[in-house]
């Protein structure tokens, strides 16, 4: 199931999508829906990032083809982002003046379904909604000399989401692709993850209660690209669809 959220001549709505039909729905996969019978083209609305999270969080070296020569984590090793940085599909990554090293990193995004604390990996599995595709962009500049990395990582338009929440994939299996102008930056499957989907939810849960709709980043492979005003960049994710965001100077 793909799960959508979107505006409509000014109104905010969630959906379900098959194919480039939206069908409206009473509520939101989280707590619960019934579809209303109403539907919209795809083409006709503006998709907005698929979830409201409370918490906005993200794994660091997460992927052995970014490690770098750097030794294996022995946990994931988690940091913050914030709400106020996610950004929509389709929303320019705005590049902030001080730092010209920003760069796209193409993430698996988990969603969480149920509050999560003190659980085990099993557990954890059964408290996930679904994934989506995102792009933890980063201030390489900022986030090698500040002491920590809010700006670096958690700037306005730092966290694009989407286009949709989806259920029932094989989170740790799955084909992610980054390209920068068409060009590909990033290709690697999840099972190159150093700690699947349930084992990063589980961490987290044992130091942070994770509530309904929190997001957690896991990780990016690879080598990533700076970018420049104007570059187009997309993350597509098997199963889940493209995410596309345009660079602009700030």
Known sequence: MKFVRYQSNGNVSCGTLSGDTINEIDGDPISGYSETGNTAALGDVQLLAPVTPGKVLAVGLNYRSHLGGAPEPTNPEIFIKTPTCLNDPEGNIVLPDGDDEI????????????????????????????????????????????????????????????????????YNALQLETRINGEVVQSQTTADLIFPVEAVVSFVSQAMTLEPGDVIFTGTPGTTTALKAGDVVEVELEGIGILSNTAVDG
């Open 103 to 170: 760069h796209a990193e193409g993430e698996l995004v988990v969603v969480i379904k149920n509050r999560t604390k003190g659980a085990t990996p099993e557990e954890s599995a059964a408290n996930i909604l679904g994934v989506t595709c995102g792009n933890d962009v980063s201030a390489r500049t900022w986030q090698s000399n500040d002491m920590q990395w809010w700006r670096a990582k958690a700037s306005d338009t730092f966290g694009p989401v989407g286009p949709a929440v989806v259920t029932g994939l094989d």
